[in-house]
């Protein structure tokens, strides 16, 4: 699988955009970028995925670079609510499986 | 929709002794998963089912035993508890949404193994 490279952690300030970044140089052309959120002591989210295009939802935006090497979700106006660890996975188009890694704390401050 | 529904949602466990971790959808959904998170780090997987009657190992499926008879139902059994299998164990069930699948996860069974 695919490996992705996330910072350990970010801090943001409440209603304030947030960009959290994830780098995949070894992506291939049939990887979809995918992003999992999980709040303290509860299971992972689904929040967004994409695979060449940006991407809106009613929970974030997800901005493809044009080489697919990076990608950056975007949290348009943080919430204390949105402090969690976030997961940038790239998840094989042909592939039953999602593999975590370990993942980027947020910190929202209030 | 009750989604993904884990049962019991935390355990303590002799070494030794086993149990069965029940989970169970109510989305129709063919895909289900069960994964394992360790302190600190992300999600291992476990075993996953694509349908009733098939399974398959994942990245660490040693010391455990699933089984598919239904759609619904994806139980996790595990023999002879070791101290390494104390963590938070996760099921999950894929859907489409788009272009791709997103998984759905329950609450997590704590377990811990004494």
């Known amino acids: 699988d695919a490996k992705t490279t996330q910072p350990n952690s970010m801090e943001s300030n409440e209603e304030e955009p947030v960009h959290l970044p994830c780098n995949h140089s070894?992506?291939?052309?049939?990887?979809?970028i995918h992003w999992y959120r999980q709040l303290p002591s509860q299971g992972p989210e689904y929040v967004i995925h994409?695979?060449?295009s940006n991407v809106n939802n009613r929970m974030a935006s997800l901005a493809i670079a044009e080489d697919r090497k990076s990608s950056t979700l975007i949290l348009h106006r943080a919430t204390l609510r949105d402090a969690a660890v976030y997961y940038c996975?790239?998840?094989?188009?042909?592939?039953?499986?999602?593999?975590f890694g370990k993942g980027m704390k947020l910190t929202v401050n209030p | 929709n009750a989604g993904v529904t884990q049962t019991p949602k935390f355990r303590i466990l002799k070494i030794g002794q086993s149990m069965t971790l029940q989970c169970t959808q109510d989305m129709n959904h063919n895909y289900m998963y069960w994964y394992r998170q360790d302190p600190g780090m992300g999600l291992k997987l476990i075993y996953y089912?694509?349908?009733?009657?098939?399974?398959d190992k994942g990245e660490v499926p040693n010391g455990y035993n699933v089984s598919r008879s239904t759609t619904e139902d994806f139980p996790l059994r595990l023999e002879l508890a070791a101290p390494s299998q104390t963590s938070v164990y996760f099921c999950a069930s894929s859907f489409w949404v788009g272009s791709d699948y997103g998984y759905t996860f329950g609450s997590g069974t704590r377990l811990t193994v004494v």
């Open positions: 089912s694509v349908g009733a009657g098939i399974t």
């Open positions: 996975i790239l998840r094989y188009g042909g592939s039953e499986k999602l593999v």
């Open positions: 994409g695979l060449t």
């Open positions: 070894t992506i291939s052309g049939t990887d979809y």
